[in-house]
């Protein structure tokens, strides 16, 4: 059992940043795989970023990559999200997920646990 709570939502002016949290409980040592989806009104679940829990492997859509930044502190169980040079179409609920595989898998209904989401909107 892992429960996850995303914190750090919020508004902000486009070319902003804004950093999120995600913090993990329960038996988290069994999740290897920690990552972020986004899901913007009226559209699927999309893929973020992921990061291995062990070595800290990390991997990024298309979409972000080179702007956002995945992060964690195993000592806190806490995994982060640092979003920078943000973008109108960045808005959407983001939301913390682990995976009880090792391994890569960018396909939403793959992953096992999930936090409750957090709000981004970034204004133009």
């Known amino acids: 059992q892992v429960q996850l709570v995303e914190s750090g939502g919020g508004l902000v002016q486009a070319g902003g940043s804004l950093s999120l949290s995600c913090a993990a409980s329960?038996?988290?040592?069994?999740?290897?795989?920690m990552g972020w989806f986004r899901q913007a009104p009226g559209k699927e679940r999309e893929f973020v970023a992921r990061?291995?829990?062990?070595?800290?492997?990390?991997y990024y859509a298309d979409s972000v990559k080179g702007r956002f930044t995945i992060s964690r502190d195993n000592a806190k169980n806490t995994v982060y999200l640092q979003m920078n040079s943000l973008k109108p179409e960045d808005t959407a609920v983001y939301y913390c997920?682990?995976?009880?595989?090792?391994?890569?898998?960018?396909?939403?209904?793959?992953?096992?646990?999930w936090g409750q989401g957090t709000q981004v909107t970034v204004s133009s």
């Open positions: 329960g038996r988290t040592f069994s999740n290897p795989v």
């Open positions: 997920a682990a995976n009880s595989r090792l391994g890569m898998s960018r396909q939403w209904r793959d992953w096992d646990y």
């Open positions: 990061i291995t829990r062990m070595v800290g492997n990390t």
